[in-house]
């Protein structure tokens, strides 16, 4: 069994050698690599960043997000707008990637990485690889979940399981002394997940039940994404550009082809530049070709010393940003009210994702919490694939190929089994704290009903941790006592119906002259408090 994480921007695995984990290396020793397919005349190249970065309008990219996306969707529209490559929809409906004449779908392109990774795996291993266990976004719903895990499977391998991405870096803070000290690592109280990616911003606190990570509350909001920040500088490098030498930044109109790949190459430079502002005191970016002509141009003709690139200041590039990361930190706080907890009862933030690395951010999570509790010297890409090789190892999956030697009900997440074996119909194959708001009211009901009707057996929509089920191995009388006030609710209102319901039928024979006499207006009395009763 190998650890899979495919992602919107990166992709990276796990392997196991000699009785432990170890993380997929390139030779250019990078264990993170982007999640990118470049096709060329010659050949195919995935996850190569090099090649990525020098072809931008041969790179497939942000297949992920479109998975099973239609083609009027908002991501598909944002994506038309800004990738090199063209999307447009097939014969049949779906949407697709049109390069050198050919179509390629969201599906074909992670098939493609997944493949890659796997092959890469497979030679580090000396047994074939027959299972995985794969690691989702936060609020990956269930039907996204299940076209990842058919195109995973189309590679020829299992997918034995599914854990959310802060899951798995909650347990890796649980299995692994990762940090400077043994008092960093992570015991109990709220664990926040800060993941600023290119696409969206993601909240996610946990907290420990029963020793196991859970999450206790997650936020998205897709206003706030990296690719913002990106656009934000781009529009400030455009007006400097312009002022200064009279010429557009992007060759073209907006939209044309000229355009979107001068756009990706600068993206590039900028995203660059942001990651390394933390050691620099000033951000480059370098011009596309045509503006560097345009501007040799007008300094020839002006008799100024030509450039090649724009710089931009760590005060330039923060005032610029200093509203979108304000509101970020708003964002925190409205989670924080929801699960109704202060900043200080935040035991440690976890930046997780590229842009949640850049240092305005870091520095923003300091202000709002504390310079102890937000964990800076962190390497968050590779704890998703630490903590999916932490969680095979202790929900006991067999780590050199093969099947499933035990499965013990995970409270992480469910099994989401090979088809061949039964299928629960739960909501969702990835494990949500039952205590949530948004599941809470349905558990007080599923436990009446299961005691009423079916003592002997537990129903399978029944999640395998559901601590209201009484087989599961979680189960906790406290929780039905929790939900009381539901159940009380829900009793009263079915009397107030019952006695609404009696009194128009006591009206009803009230009306009657039989029922005048004062004994059979006892026995009609007496009958409609039973009934209500």
């Not at 599941?439 to 436990?447: E, G």
């Not at 009388?477 to 609404?500: D, E, G, I, Q, T």
């Amino acid at each position: 069994c190998i650890a899979l994480s495919i992602g919107n921007a990166t992709c990276q695995a796990g392997f196991f050698a000699q009785e432990t984990y170890q993380e997929l290396y390139n030779p250019q020793n990078d264990d993170v690599f982007p999640s990118v397919v470049t096709i060329t005349k010659e050949r195919v190249i995935v996850a190569n960043a090099h090649f990525m970065k020098q072809y931008p309008q041969c790179t497939i990219r942000h297949a992920f997000r479109l998975l099973g996306k239609t083609y009027g969707s908002p991501e598909v529209e944002d994506e038309k707008r800004t990738n090199p490559i063209p999307i447009s929809q097939n014969d049949s409906g779906n949407v697709v990637f049109e390069l050198d004449e050919k179509e390629y779908t969201p599906e074909e392109v992670i098939r493609m990485i997944a493949r890659h990774l796997i092959d890469e795996c497979q030679e580090h291993v000396s047994t074939p690889i027959q299972s995985c266990v794969l690691s989702v976004p936060d609020g990956f719903g269930q039907r996204d979940q299940e076209i990842l895990k058919g195109v995973i499977e189309s590679c020829g391998i299992r997918v034995d399981s599914l854990i959310e991405e802060s899951l798995c870096v909650g347990q890796y803070l649980m299995s692994e002394h990762c940090f400077a000290t043994d008092s960093l690592r992570w015991e109990n109280n709220y664990l926040l997940i800060f993941n600023l990616s290119e696409s969206d911003l993601s909240i996610t606190v946990l907290n420990m039940v029963d020793g196991v990570p859970a999450i206790a509350l997650h936020q998205q909001d897709t206003t706030l994404s990296g690719d913002l920040m990106i656009q934000l500088l781009l529009q400030r490098v455009e007006k400097l550009v312009y002022q200064r030498y009279h010429c557009e930044l992007c060759n073209g109109m907006v939209g044309s082809t000229s355009w979107i790949v001068d756009h990706a190459r600068v993206s590039g430079e900028v995203k660059e530049g942001l990651v390394f502002l933390s050691q620099l005191e000033e951000m480059v970016v370098e011009l596309p070709l045509a503006c560097r002509r345009a501007v040799r141009k007008y300094c020839k003709e002006h008799g100024a010393e030509s450039v090649e690139d724009v710089t931009l200041t760590r005060q330039e590039v923060l005032l610029v940003l200093s509203d979108m990361i304000q509101r970020c930190m708003t964002r925190v706080k409205i989670a924080l009210q929801r699960l109704g907890i202060r900043e200080d009862e935040v035991y440690r933030v976890i930046p997780v994702g590229t842009f949640s690395q850049v240092l305005f951010v870091k520095n923003a999570l300091i202000g709002l919490f504390s310079e102890s509790v937000v964990v800076s010297s962190y390497t968050s890409e590779s704890s998703i694939v630490r903590g999916i090789c932490e969680f095979i190892v202790k929900y006991q999956f067999v780590v050199c190929g093969g099947n499933i030697t035990a499965i013990h009900n995970s409270a992480i997440t469910p099994s989401a089994q090979h088809p061949s074996s039964p299928r629960p119909s739960s909501s969702s194959l990835v494990w949500q704290d039952p205590t949530s708001p948004a599941r809470l009211p349905l558990y007080p009901l599923c436990s009446f009903l299961f005691f009423l009707f079916s003592p002997s057996s537990p129903p399978q929509a029944f999640p395998p941790s559901c601590p209201f089920c009484p087989s599961s191995p979680s189960f906790r009388p406290s929780s039905l006592v929790s939900s009381l006030s539901l159940v009380l609710l829900f009793s009263l209102s079915a009397a107030l119906v019952l006695f609404l319901s009696s009194f128009s039928l006591f009206s009803f024979f009230l009306s009657r002259p039989s029922y005048h006499r004062p004994k059979n207006l006892l026995t009609l009395l007496r009958c409609c408090l039973l009934y209500t009763f």
